[in-house]
């Protein structure tokens, strides 16, 4: 038998930053402020397309790093994310 090992990757994003409203039951040991990349992170594997987009437009070069150094992001997710990067490029 085989066990994983999961490798901690260490957060770049970690800046205390408001938790905007609808994004706090994604961080519930928080109350007001959290780490950037954890918002973010949260965001990414626990909420709807509309919170997902919105946690892009506030922060998207953040969320394009963080989307892409953590393998548990959904690959429906990181679509989304190339896609609206694609489109704000010439």
Same mark, same amino acid.
């Given at each position: 038998m085989r066990i994983a090992t999961q490798n901690r990757?260490?957060?770049t994003h #970690?800046?205390?930053? =408001?938790?905007?409203?609808?994004l706090g039951k994604y961080l519930w040991e928080h109350k007001k402020?959290?780490? =950037?990349?954890?918002?973010i /992170?949260? #965001? =990414? =594997?626990?909420?709807n397309f509309e919170e997902i987009r919105k946690i892009y437009l506030l922060?998207?070069?953040? #969320?394009?790093e963080t989307a892409n150094r953590y393998p548990e992001i959904k690959?429906?997710? /990181?679509?989304?994310i190339k896609r609206w990067n694609n489109a704000k490029s010439p």
């Open positions: 990757i260490k957060p #970690t800046e205390q930053t =408001l938790i905007p409203g609808e402020t959290a780490p =950037l990349e954890k918002i /992170l949260r #965001t =990414l =594997l626990y909420g922060y998207p070069a953040e #969320t394009r690959r429906g997710v /990181l679509f989304w």
